[in-house]
């Protein structure tokens, strides 16, 4: 199916960063006895970038895949969720990134 023209596809998709805090704000409700051992929503975490989708009132969303994690780190959840785009911001190369792409074209 062809994609509408409102429908922006990011291809390879790129690095970001996404302020999940900010997405996932705390409700009213959310603030009782703490476990340590739940999910940790992080000011921000990485993520890919696929797509970005134009809202009806003009602003944009992009369609991110960010993996979320327990505090213990013993649990992880591997979501793709559409991003206001103010809570996103490009992400350059890690420096195991950058020896990894100069393995692969030196050797």
Do not use: C, F, K
Request: proline share 9%; hydrophobic share 35%.
């Amino acid at each position: 199916m062809e994609r509408p023209p409102w429908v922006r596809s990011v291809s390879p998709p790129r690095r970001v960063w996404v302020q999940v805090r900010r997405l996932l704000r705390p409700g009213v409700d959310d603030y009782g006895p703490r476990n340590s051992a739940a999910l940790r929503v992080e000011p921000e975490v990485p993520g890919m970038l696929h797509e970005w989708i134009q809202r009806e009132e003009g602003g944009w969303l992009g369609m991110v895949t960010v993996q979320l994690v327990s505090a213990d780190e013993q649990w992880s959840l591997t979501v793709t969720i559409p991003v206001p785009a103010h809570l996103i911001r490009r992400r350059g190369m890690t420096r195991r990134d950058r020896l990894r792409d100069e393995r692969r074209t030196h050797g």
